[in-house]
Nanobody, 127 residues
């Protein structure tokens, strides 16, 4: 079992930056692949980015955030980060982190591949 807590959300202007953190407790985080998803009002939750276990050699992003968002992990701190730059109003959403313990050597993209979820953190980008 692993418990996930997101932090770092907030209100930012268009073009600004935020860094989200996903901190885990329980089992060592290095053995989990971790992903970020988001859900905007009235929309389904969608994949944003993910990173494979251990050193995080495998990463993947949705097309709309490529070049603006960067996922990374610090296993010593049991934390995965999502650095978000050049934010746009359409990035406004609740951001969730999720973890996958089995078959974590690659970066998953699909919700059902993840076993554990955090409660989310709100990101609002004003125009």
């Amino acid at each position: 079992q692993v418990q996930l807590v997101e932090s770092g959300g907030g209100l930012v202007q268009t073009g600004g930056s935020l860094r989200l953190s996903c901190t885990a407790s329980g089992r060592p985080f290095s053995s989990y692949a971790v992903g970020w998803f988001r859900q905007a009002p009235g929309k389904e939750r969608e994949f944003v980015s993910s990173v494979s276990w251990r050193s995080g050699d495998d990463t993947t992003y949705r097309d709309s955030v490529k070049g603006r968002f960067t996922i990374s992990r610090d296993n010593a701190k049991n934390t995965v980060y999502l650095q978000m730059s050049r934010l746009k109003p359409e990035d406004t959403a609740i951001y969730y982190c999720a973890a996958r313990g089995r078959g974590a050597s690659y970066a998953p993209r699909i919700e059902v591949e993840f076993e554990y979820w955090g409660q989310g953190t709100q990101v609002t980008v004003s125009s």
